[in-house]
């Protein structure tokens, strides 16, 4: 049984940085993929980056350049160092977990992440 908890979210004035963390318990296999989500408030739940335990990572077009995930082993957390947020950024970010691969035409999909924590909330200002 897989479970995450995220942490990090906050309120950050436009132009600075955030950095969120997912642990994850449960996470027993060699191989899967992690992700981050988020959801404004009447959006779509979107895709923001994964990370495979290969060292693959997607990014959303919109987040290029300015967020990074890492994870440095199956122990350690998943990180999103979010840098030049923008009030676009603003939502609650939700971590994500598949258990072996996910497709590559998958890893920003919903639908690709049977597990799922609760969220942080972030504010950009």
């Known amino acids: 049984h897989v479970q995450l908890v995220e942490s990090g979210g906050g309120s950050v004035q436009a132009g600075g940085s955030l950095r969120l963390s997912c642990q994850a318990s449960?996470?027993?296999?060699?191989?899967?993929?992690m992700a981050w989500f988020r959801q404004a408030p009447g959006q779509p739940r979107e895709g923001v980056a994964s990370?495979?335990?290969?060292?693959?990572?997607t990014y959303a077009e919109r987040v290029k350049g300015r967020f990074i995930i890492s994870k440095d082993n199956t122990e350690n957390p998943l990180y999103l160092q979010m840098n030049s947020l923008e009030s676009e950024d603003a939502a609650m970010y939700y971590c994500?977990?598949?258990?072996?691969?996910?497709?590559?035409?998958?890893?920003?999909?919903?639908?690709?992440?049977?597990?799922w924590g609760q969220g942080t909330q972030v504010t950009v200002s």
């Open positions: 994500a977990a598949q258990l072996g691969f996910v497709g590559a035409n998958y890893r920003l999909q919903t639908h690709g992440f049977p597990f």
């Open positions: 449960g996470l027993i296999f060699s191989r899967y993929c």
């Open positions: 990370f495979c335990s290969d060292g693959t990572t």
